[in-house]
């Protein structure tokens, strides 16, 4: 996979809009009701020191402790209900799968 830093800024930004959209509409159908939780995008098998993850790095993505890029809270919607959360990020992985990436989502209670 090639992309550039500003392929990668983009792709960032569609998948936190896929997100936002997802998480508003699961919003809109079930409500804030349920049980409190965090989720978030593992995007997994690009090492941080190839060529691939270094431009990743310089357009904003981050590892975590187990060297995936992950992006916390893709939807940036302001509520503690985690399937409202999980919606999102599974949109968010979803764009970045579309896109050649091995993306997954994640979450966990709070």
Known sequence: M?????ELK??????????????????EEH??????????VDIRGIKGNTKLGRAMKAAGYEQDYT???SIWDPSGIATQCMS??????????KVFNDAGFTAFASSRPD
Request: charged letters at 15%; glycine letters at 10%.
């Open 84 to 93: 409202t959360k999980e919606a999102g990020a599974r949109a968010a992985a």
């Open 2 to 6: 090639n992309y550039s830093i500003l």
């Open 67 to 69: 060297r995936a890029f």
């Open 31 to 40: 409500g804030d009701g349920a049980y409190c939780g965090f989720a978030w």
């Open 10 to 27: 983009n792709l960032m930004e569609l998948a936190k809009t896929a997100a936002f959209s997802a998480g508003n509409k699961h919003l």
